[in-house]
Nanobody, 129 residues
Framework: QVQLVESGGGLVQAGGSLRISCAAS????????MGWFRQAPGKEREFVSA??????????NYADSVKGRFTISRGNAKNTAYLQMNSLKIEDTAVYYC????????????????????WGQGTQVTVSS
């Protein structure tokens, strides 16, 4: 059982930066994959980034739309995940959701919402110009 709570969302100007966090509780040692997804009004929930570890190595993945601008990371205790968002664009405006899977997700499966076991409530990120 894992609980996820996002925080850190807010209103920023285009070109600005924001860091959002995901605090995990419960059996966090089993959260081999943690991901960030986002959903804008009237649109489908889309993959943003994921961080995967297999017990000895960590891998990160990003949607093409955020590569070079966003950075995903996790705390050493594996109970927190972060998404550092730089050079924000208006199209980044969305509710950002944290997700966790109890196994390492390979071969692109980290991009699919259906492969994750737990979800947070989301945090709103609004980018203005």
């Amino acid at each position: 059982q894992v609980q996820l709570v996002e925080s850190g969302g807010g209103l920023v100007q285009a070109g600005g930066s924001l860091r959002i966090s995901c605090a995990a509780s419960g059996r966090t040692f089993s959260t081999y994959t943690m991901g960030w997804f986002r959903q804008a009004p009237g649109k489908e929930r889309e993959f943003v980034s994921a961080i995967i570890w297999n017990g000895f190595s960590t891998f990160t993945n990003y949607a093409d739309s955020v590569k070079g601008r966003f950075t995903i990371s996790r705390g050493n205790a594996k109970n927190t995940a972060y998404l550092q968002m730089n050079s924000l664009k208006i199209e980044d405006t969305a509710v950002y959701y944290c997700a966790a899977a109890t196994r390492p997700l390979y071969s692109g499966t980290y991009r699919n919402t259906s492969t994750y076991d737990y979800w947070g409530q989301g945090t709103q990120v609004t980018v203005s110009s």
